[in-house]
């Protein structure tokens, strides 16, 4: 079935220590979403790939960083986490084209900072 | 800019019928609409694109006011799988491209 990946599906880390976060599809969608869900709130777009094009957010904090090597993958890399940086991290995919924009997310990585 | 839902939570017997708003200050391209269960991720109900259409999925469904900027979520005769939070995602651009701003959502709660 063709379906967006994302691994791990838990990950610890130590403050400060930098981490990296992966996500895959098989939908072969040109665009792939980093989003950021802290507990009862909305999630949060951090920035996305069109194919090869990188979009950050007016807002995302320098420390995430994200690469996209080829269609199918997307990594989040978080830099120097902080525990304000705990939270369910969301990839979504989107074919991207005018009329057909639905959003299809991952099953998503909880991410916790000790 | 944050679309506004309402109301922030809902509380329904099974069967009972529950309508689900989502409004915005800006002219929006496209709304989605997600429900998401504890712990997992948002699952995709659907998508209205501008132009006013109104979509159905069995007994949910949803519209859009393009004149209001307001979209709808409409289920009927609810039932216990339906409990979870309800996010509408908003685009203003056409595209796809964007990513989506999402409102804070809506809790409903299903009781038997």
């Not at chain 2, 939070?85 to 651009?93: A, I």
């Amino acid at each position: 079935d063709a379906m967006v990946i994302q691994n791990p599906r838990y990950q610890v880390t130590q403050f400060g220590k930098p981490v990296t976060l992966s996500c895959s599809q098989t939908l072969n969608h040109n665009v792939m979403y980093w989003y950021q869900q802290k507990s009862s709130q909305a999630p949060k777009l951090l920035f996305h790939y069109y194919d090869k094009d990188f979009n950050n957010e007016a807002d995302t904090p320098d420390n995430f960083q994200s690469r996209r090597p080829n269609t199918s993958f997307c990594f989040l890399d978080i830099r120097s986490p902080g525990l304000g940086d705990a939270a369910m991290y969301l990839c979504a995919t989107s074919r991207g084209l005018a009329g057909d924009v639905s959003e299809y997310f991952g099953p998503g990585t909880r991410l916790l900072v000790l | 800019q944050q679309p506004v839902q309402s109301p922030q939570a809902v509380i329904l017997r099974e069967g009972e019928d529950a309508v689900i708003n989502c409004s915005s200050s800006k002219a929006l391209y496209s709304v989605h609409w997600y429900r998401q269960k504890h712990g997992e991720a948002p699952v995709f109900l659907m998508i209205l694109l501008k132009g006013g259409e109104q979509k159905g999925h069995e007994k949910i469904s949803a519209s859009f006011n393009e004149k209001k900027q307001q979209s709808s979520l409409y289920l009927t005769a609810s039932q216990l799988s339906y409990s979870g939070t309800y996010f509408c995602g908003t685009e203003l651009s056409g595209g796809g491209a964007d990513g989506l701003t999402f409102g804070k959502g809506t809790h409903l709660i299903i009781q038997p």
